[in-house]
């Protein structure tokens, strides 16, 4: 099922947003590649491998636009999302979700780079990474790791926050790929977080 965002649900994004939106923003190439990296443990698996098993539970999500596709499970609601200045392109809630007031789900975000740079993962990951910890110092980035998102190469880093009282676990994952990059969160609560976690991996991997 796909629909457009409400405003319930861009609500939510926002509040989200107050973190992730500087993944999102542009990225120099930095002038050091140096970088310090965590893969005792793998937030998420996203080798994007499917059996057929899986294949039968998937739904083809297809944006013409931005020059992409991605499956996710059935049972899961799919969203574009109308102009937003936070390049936010479509939105996939969990089973169950209310629409207006969502806490699982997992949403993409396209950012637009340099064509003359040609802004490898490093240098994004790099840049992405400096403007996290400036933006929020205080933030404790629990896992970090190198995965795969389809046939690309990313990276992935997992943290915790709080929302009126209520405990958050987020994963945010993203590759290049040519001249944009696409940027990946996963939002539940805690303690839901196993629960839907697989079905984040099928999304995120399936990115084509």
């Known amino acids: 099922m796909k629909r457009r965002f409400s405003l319930g649900l861009r609500a939510v994004l926002v509040q989200i947003l ?3 939106a500087v993944l999102a923003q542009p990225c120099p190439a930095p002038a050091s590649m140096a970088s310090q990296q965590n893969t005792d443990q793998v937030p998420v698996n996203t080798s994007g491998a499917l059996g057929l098993s899986d ?15 991605l ?7 799919a969203q574009e999302a109308g102009p937003n200045e936070e390049g936010l392109v479509a939105g ?9 007031a969502p806490e699982v789900y997992v949403f993409l975000q396209i950012e637009k780079l340099p064509e003359k740079q040609m802004v490898t993962l490093e240098q994004y990951t790099q840049s992405a990474l400096n403007s996290l910890k400036k933006a929020q110092p205080n933030l404790a980035i629990q896992n970090e790791t190198e995965i795969s998102i389809g046939d690309s190469p990313g990276h992935a880093i997992a943290y915790s926050l709080s929302s009126s009282g209520a405990e958050y676990d987020v994963v945010k994952a993203w590759t290049v790929k040519g001249d944009k990059a696409f940027i990946f969160t996963y ?9 839907f976690a697989g079905d984040a991996e099928k999304i995120i991997g399936s990115l084509k």
């Open 18 to 20: 107050f973190l992730s």
């Open 55 to 69: 294949l039968k539970e998937l739904n083809l999500y297809e944006n013409a636009e931005n020059g992409f596709s």
């Open 71 to 77: 499956s996710y499970p059935a049972g899961w609601i």
């Open 92 to 100: 996939f809630l969990a089973p169950g979700e209310d629409v207006n």
């Open 187 to 195: 939002n539940a609560p805690s303690h839901r977080y196993d629960e």
